[in-house]
């Protein structure tokens, strides 16, 4: 099983998830691939799904790779506290953004839904946080962020 940590480095808070290669096999790859090397984003909070910390990996990580336009993997539209979601939205689809989004959602709490403006729109459920004391660290900096906005995160392969 592939695990990596969702680090949030202003909070000194580390986040155990692994992928569920056999449920979204494509997504797992590339996001995997995406992480070779650590790579440091912008979590905010989520405007329409609820209890999200929404974050975009960078186009040059993904637009020539399995994320790009990806097959659609083990959908949902109701995840759970600790699942992460990846959803991806082709340039001009969301307001008439001109860039390709890749966001990666990490959910942290109860009754989220990936509602948006233009109607449901499912994700790639492909990864969970480790355990129970992995999702209450997930909730504690979920609260922070929607209390205080956005942080750093780190997305970062655990080599065994």
């Not at 494509?26 to 405007?47: R, S, V, Y």
Request: aromatic share 14%; proline share 7%; with cysteine.
């Amino acid at each position: 099983m592939k695990e990596f940590l969702i680090i949030f480095p202003d909070q000194n808070i580390e986040i155990k998830a692994y992928l569920m290669s056999e449920k979204a096999p494509i997504t797992c790859d590339g996001f995997w691939e995406a992480i070779k090397n650590p790579i440091e984003i912008l979590g905010q909070h989520a405007m329409y799904t609820g209890r999200e910390i929404s974050t975009q990996l960078p186009e040059s990580l993904c637009d020539k790779g399995l994320l790009d336009n990806p097959t659609s993997e083990n959908l949902t539209c109701f995840p759970l506290p600790g699942e992460l979601l990846f959803m991806f939205m082709s340039k001009y689809s969301f307001e008439g953004n001109p860039f390709p989004i890749y966001d990666i959602g990490i959910f942290y709490g109860r009754n989220a839904r990936t509602f948006f403006p233009m109607g449901w729109l499912p994700g790639n459920l492909f990864a969970r946080v480790a355990n129970e004391h992995e999702q209450y660290k997930l909730l504690e900096i979920g609260q922070y962020i929607n209390c205080y906005g956005q942080q750093k995160v780190i997305f970062k392969r655990v080599e065994k």
